[in-house]
């Protein structure tokens, strides 16, 4: 699935292999939120208009009804957000906590806002807190 946003020329697609998430995982770049875990990696390619996203929801966010509501909260909150707040060339999967049933929208919002800002802001720092 692709999505284009037409006010900054961004391409958003979704992650769908397996070897991606692990990639994305293994960079040990995260900032955890009450609701989700924001993960984000380079990319390995270089296409200056992509930004790609996962979404995983495990059983521990509850059973398949739940998990499919928080993805489909978590993809409407990266349409809103990731076209103001993502770099480009990044790869980032979004990982729902069982609280992301119970918070209102507006805090999804400004949770994932809150997570860009900080692992945009300690991408240059070493030894930063959001390992």
Request: net charge positive; aromatic share 6%; proline share 2%.
């Amino acid at each position: 699935m692709i999505q284009v946003i037409e006010n900054k020329g961004l391409k958003i697609e979704t992650l769908k292999k397996r070897n991606d998430f692990l990639r994305v995982a293994n960079a040990n770049r995260k900032w955890v939120t009450p609701a989700m875990v924001v993960q984000t990696c380079m990319q390995p390619e270089n296409d200056d208009h992509i930004i790609r996203v996962g979404f995983t929801a495990s059983k521990k966010v509850g059973n398949a009804v739940q998990r499919n509501r928080a993805k489909r909260r978590m993809r409407e909150v990266v349409k809103r957000v990731m076209a103001f707040s993502a770099e480009k060339k990044h790869d980032y999967v979004i990982i729902a906590r069982k609280e992301i049933a119970d918070l209102p929208f507006n805090e999804l919002i400004r949770d994932l806002k809150w997570a860009l800002k900080r692992l945009h802001k300690s991408a240059g720092k070493s030894g930063s807190r959001n390992n």
